[in-house]
């Protein structure tokens, strides 16, 4: 059984990393803070397995242990979430709008590691795929822009795709005059092979537009 001084300093102990995600948060809303806190802290739980989220939970002070554990359903884990998703809940959950997800997780993410033991946050999200865990640490999942060898590399390909569409458009083209000439002028062969043509000449454009 808890002494009073045992819950006095459960609550001290709480009060300081509430106080700490509340700076990250740029928020003097308490409310607001014990939301996003408790948002975050159970799409961390559900993710992870039983296993790595008892390990992580026994990282947390006695007070947010029981918000991280509320509700949970362990037989669910861990839940697998597309990008799109895991930023809905957790935008749902902690009342805020979705645009903001990604910036308040990972706020809440940089002001918790300043009090988890060292390397145990890491582990934590070593378990998550890795668009979800940029989320949690660079506030969103973000496509990486090619280096200039790379930007080079991927208009080679780009054009060489090009040249092939061009190539099975003019063979198609030929092919449908050919036939009409071999069994006679036919319009319908000869508007196939154009149509045909047309379409690869299409995706030929398309695929060049920026």
């Known amino acids: ?12 102990t709480a009060n300081i990393w509430l106080a700490d995600v509340s700076k990250a948060l740029d928020s003097e809303d308490r409310h607001h803070t014990q939301r996003v806190l408790r948002a975050w802290l ?20 006695e007070l947010l242990r029981g918000i991280y554990y509320s509700g949970w359903e362990p037989h669910r884990a ?5 990008a799109d998703q895991f930023v809905h809940r957790f935008a749902a959950e902690a009342g805020i709008p979705v645009a903001q997800a990604g910036t308040t997780a990972a706020a809440v993410t940089s002001a ?4 988890l033991s060292g390397g145990q946050l890491s582990e934590a ?14 506030g ?7 280096t200039a060898a790379e930007g080079l590399e991927h208009r080679v390909l780009r054009l060489e795709d090009h040249v092939g569409n061009l190539t099975e458009a003019l063979r198609a083209l030929a092919h449908g005059l050919d036939n009409a000439q071999l069994t006679g002028f036919d319009p319908t062969h000869a508007a196939r092979a154009a149509r045909l043509a047309d379409d690869l000449l299409a995706t030929t454009h398309a695929g060049a537009s920026p």
């Open 42 to 61: 159970h799409i961390m739980r559900d993710r992870l397995s039983v296993e790595a989220a008892a390990k992580f939970a026994a990282q947390l002070p």
């Open 140 to 146: 969103y999942a973000a496509t990486p822009q090619p």
């Open 78 to 82: 861990p839940i697998t979430y597309r």
């Open 125 to 138: 999200l070593a378990e998550f795929p890795a668009d979800l865990r940029a989320i949690l640490t660079d």
């Open 1 to 12: 059984m808890s002494t009073p001084d045992a819950f006095s300093h459960a609550v001290h």
């Open 112 to 115: 918790l590691g300043k009090h």
